[in-house]
Structures are given as C-alpha cells and as structure tokens.
C-alpha cells in the first residue's frame, strides 16, 4: 500500500536484513527500522512494532530465515534463534506456523531455501488479501457507506489486511466509497490506524464514537458493515475486537448486512463453537487512560476516568454465526455455517 | 447526596450567595464556588459549571431570585437580570421555566417571595428525583447488575438524580446492587461523573468501554438497564446521549429489561415522534481529542486519532419506544406509549 506516495509492506526484507514500519508510533509518526539479526527482529515483534496476525507471522518467518543466515557458516542449526523466536508472542498461531514452515525449509535447503520460505510466506498472506479484497468489493455497491470496526487493515497484514481490502479494491474500482470507522475504544485502533491507513489511501471516511454506530445505522446512512476476525469456529461463531458483537446486533435489526473477512486459516476447525473461545482480560487501564500527543506533538498519557474508580477490559467478543451474512475468505464469500467444514476441506 | 461524608446537593442557597459544586473540575477536584450575585451565577451556568436540565432549572431560578434581592431598595424589576440569565443556556427548557416562576413570584412578593419560589423549585427537582429512585428500586432485585450510560445521577439534578437514583435507593435498601458504568464516549460522562457518584457512595462498579455493554448482556450478567433522557416524544421515543440506541437494541437482543427514568417535565407532549427531535451535531473535537491529568495530575488535551483524520459527532440518538420496557417518572412507572397521554393530563 502506498505511504507518501510509496509502496510499503508492513514488513519485508533486503539482503539479510528485516525492515518493518514501526507500528508503535503510528499514527503520529511514519518510520521504517531496520534488523539486522533474529535477535533484534524477535526483540521487535514482542515490543509490537508489528501487529495483527498475518503481519506477525510474515516477520517470524523472516527472523527465522535470519537465524539461517547468521549459522550459514556453521554446520549447526539455529535451536536458540528459533526458540527466541516462539518466545515472542506466546498466543500468535500464525508465528507458529511460519517458524516450522522456515525451520523445515532452513534444514532442507539452508538459508538460501529459509529466505525463499520466509518470502513465500509473506508473499502468500500478501495474496491472499488481495483475493480477499476483489471478492468482497463485489459486495460494494457504488458510493456505499461501509461500517468496519477496529484495524483490520493491511497495517496487520503484510499488504492490504482483510475488513479493508474490499475498501481499497473498490476504491480503486471507481465506486467511491465513504468509510465510518468505529473509534474503537479503549485501545483506539479504528481511529488511530484504520483513520491512518484510509487517510494515506484518498478514501473519504469519519471516525465516530462506537456508541455512534446505531445511530447512523437508523437513518440509513450505513449499507454494510464489514470487519475482521480473530478466530472462527467450526460453527461460524467469530472472536474479534470487543464491540464487534454489538455491531453485528444492531445491523441484525436494520437488515444491514453484516460479513466477516478474514482468511482461511482464521477458521479453527478443532474449535466448536464460540463458547469454547476464551476471551482475553487486559489490564483496567487501557480503560482508565489514554495516550496521545498534545497541540505541540508531545506524549502524554492521561487519566480519562474518575479516579478510584475500576474498569473491566474484556478484549474480544464473540458474534454467533446467526448475525453474520457471510465469510469472505480468499476462496471466495463462504456462509458462516460452514466454515468447519470448508477450514478441513481446506487443510486435506 | 455525600461527598467526603457530608451531604451536598449540587447547587443551593445561602443568605443572598448561590452555592454550586464546580463541575469543570470533577472527577479530579472536588470544590464548590460561592456567586455573590446573579452575574456570578449567570456565568457560572453559562460556563457549564453547573450541568444538567435541573441542576441548570435550580441555579437559573436561584439567579432570578439574586436578581430581586440586588434590587430590594429600589422600586424597579429586575430586568436586566432576567435577560442576562435567559441569555446563558439558550436551549435549556427547565431554565426557562424555573426564571419565568421566580419573576413571578417576585413581582408578586418581592426578593423574599423569590427566594422562597427558587428554593421551592430546587426542592421539588429533588423531590421528584427521590420518588423516581423509589418507583425505580422496585425493579432491583438482590446484588443486580444494573447498566447505565452516560450520566443521569444527581449531578445533572439538584439530589439523587434519575437513572441513578433507584440505585441509589436500592444500595440504601441493602439489595448489594453492582453497576456496569458505560465510559461514555466522546466525553466520557460516565466514566467521569457517574462512576465519581458511585465511588462517592460507596456502590460497586465497573467502568466499560461503551463497547462491551453487549458482550456483559450475552454472558447473563446484565440484569436491566436504566438510562436518563433529554426528551422524549409523545409516542415515547427517547433522546438521550449517543449510544443509548445501541443499548436498547442491544438489551432487546438478549431479553434484558430496559428502563428510561426521567421526570415527566422531560416528556414533550408536542412533540409527536422520534423523527420530530433534532439531534444536535457537537464539534468533531471531542471525538479527536480527549481531556485528562497525567499522573502528577497535571491537565492535558491531547490526540487520540489520526492527524488529519475528519469525524463525525450526533450528540444524542433516538431510542423508538418499541425498544422501552418503561419510564420511570416521580408517578410511577409508565408505559412509554403512554407518555404523551400522561405528560397532557400532568399539566392540566
């Protein structure tokens, strides 16, 4: 996606050095570092300078062909790079998958064959947002209002990201469309990174306080709503950022059509349903207080809430898959219902 | 209601000083300003120091009677006083109302029969309020979750509030009540005021990103929702603070009781439906930008969305009556159908 009129990827690598732009001070800031070693890109993804699954999974694999590198000369394998690696962010599955696609490639081929994996890797999540993107925009009239919620940007991806992929892909069609970017609370990334991305990307939006969304909704001014997942289930239930499941209710009773974007391998088959998910509880103060530059570009962070007072912080939810019109997946827009069922398909 | 254990109410009246508790500064200060005259006070509503459709009411008709009293030695009227308070708050109904009964009552019995009417008035608001935490607490049952959004406690009234008043009441009648405190973005009243109340008086809550409200819902731990209102239609379509739409919806969705409190002033018999109130659209800025302390409680406002990102702010949304299980008003509980019916008798 173009940043100041250039290309970028979220992450990428030249030579045996891994650059990312580091996330941590977006929006208000626009940088590229550069990783010289496994060491320091592992450092990189555990501080989030990347975010966002397939993101985080593109960098592993690419601090996992490093860990070739540095032992090129050695007969030894990277055992400390990779257990450095998995180290960093102990829940991410695609981090997972992308150190054993690497580390299988790295024993078989060396480093030369774990840099090829590492950039089939990235360049596969690439593709596959892409193929995300084209068949959602079918779902994009013209000058539709489109409602998403969160950052499920190419910002968490490697290129174009998932419930914005079918934005951009209609964008680029000609179909102006107008984007209301849900605030998000309490961590702030519809406004802060979608805000950013479409911002950089021409395409007309409004951030709007999440309690807003409804009220758009009943004077028709939102034609779809379209937002990614964390997880899926067999059953079609979707785990994504808390407010997702309002959303969906509130689209339920407009009649406005609710989707899902999101790969393939968001789906976990060996999961049930959305009983089975367990929902992450983050630290109270992510509600209590806020960070941000003042009129003069400097940081603070502020209490927002009346002191003494606690907060509860549940960082996803869960929307059943009853709410939900459609998956739209890189095979194609799938009913939520099948999803178990088109993930094992999928696997075979 | 008490602060720091002793009982305030947010305005009153000592000799010929008005007293009003500095809302600009809570939750962080706590202090109340004396207005020796009606300038003073004029000012102060129009600096928001008071807030609130009775609170605002009270201190307007403490203003007029200042008027009077300014003016005990001379044989004219206070005019130019009663200009200058209906100047303050041009959109504020109780304001009105509460000036055009202490003239009144002034032109008939001079700085004492307006001292008098004021204070009548002042004591009528809480009034009304203690009798809707009464009806209202009767829909509490024991250790209740009850949600609220925004903030309809006794800060927007003279004591005890609407919303929170039959919490209030139940806490006082030992049903053990916890309250889910809706921050209530963009400006945050309720983490700011409402949960302020609440720690004041001793009740359990927790503040929520306006987000989870339905993710509480859906794991069975809201039991109803009670919210306050700006002004409600005749059929019984409710304005309150953006969100509360998203509530109602959300609170329907799952079966949850969901109440307006609010006296039957609020109710406005002319006005036929929803469709037939304006809603006020406030500056994008408070979506952009949030007010706080940090952590040496020093004041900053700072950004907390993308440079140059644009949003949209509906200061309030319509709730249709169909979504209300009731309005509890200081007569009782009523359908919201009925509103307009009860508001036209009230008055005759």
């Excluded at 993101?55 to 394998?77: C, P």
């Excluded at 180290?87 to 992308?98: C, D, V």
């Excluded at 089939?120 to 409602?147: Q, V």
Aim: charged share 20%.
């Amino acid at each position: 996606m173009r940043v100041n009129g250039c290309d970028y990827r979220t992450v990428w690598m030249e030579g045996s050095t891994v650059h990312m732009i580091e996330q941590n001070l977006l929006p208000f800031d626009f940088s590229i570092v550069e990783l010289p070693d496994h060491a320091a890109t592992a450092r990189a993804i555990a501080e989030m300078t990347v975010r966002g699954a397939g993101a985080i999974g593109a960098a592993a694999g690419f601090a996992m062909a490093q860990g070739f590198i540095e032992q090129k000369e050695s007969a030894s394998l990277p055992h400390a790079a990779k257990a450095a690696i998995l180290a960093t962010r102990p829940t991410a599955q695609n981090l997972f998958y992308a150190v054993e696609r690497v580390w299988k490639a790295g024993c078989e081929g060396g480093a030369d064959g774990a840099v090829a994996e590492a950039r089939a890797i990235a360049d596969a999540d690439a593709e596959a947002s892409c193929r995300i993107g084209k068949f959602g925009s079918k779902l994009i009239g013209n000058r539709a209002n489109i409602l998403t919620h969160c950052n499920a940007g190419w910002l968490a991806f490697v290129d174009f990201g998932t419930a914005l992929s079918p934005i951009y892909h209609a964008h680029r069609d000609g179909k102006s469309p107008h984007v209301w970017v849900d605030e998000t609370r309490p961590r702030g990334q519809g406004a802060r990174l979608t805000a950013w991305e479409l911002t950089q990307a021409g395409i007309p939006h409004d951030i709007i306080a999440d309690n807003a969304a409804a009220h758009f909704m009943a004077r028709g001014e939102v034609d779809i709503v379209i937002v990614g997942a964390d997880r899926i289930a067999a059953n079609g239930d979707t785990a994504n950022k808390i407010g997702t499941l309002e959303k969906a209710i509130c689209a339920n009773h407009f009649g406005i059509p609710f989707y899902i974007a999101a790969p393939i391998a968001t789906i976990d088959a060996a999961c049930p349903d959305g009983n089975a998910i367990p929902i992450e509880a983050r630290s109270s103060d992510e509600v209590l207080w806020q960070q941000g530059v003042d009129a003069e570009g400097k940081r603070h962070t502020i209490r927002v809430a009346s002191p003494g007072a606690s907060a509860r912080n549940p960082a996803f939810d869960v929307t059943p898959a009853a709410l939900i019109s459609g998956i739209i997946t890189e095979q194609g827009i799938i009913d939520a219902a099948s999803a178990g069922a088109i993930a094992t398909n999928h696997k075979e």
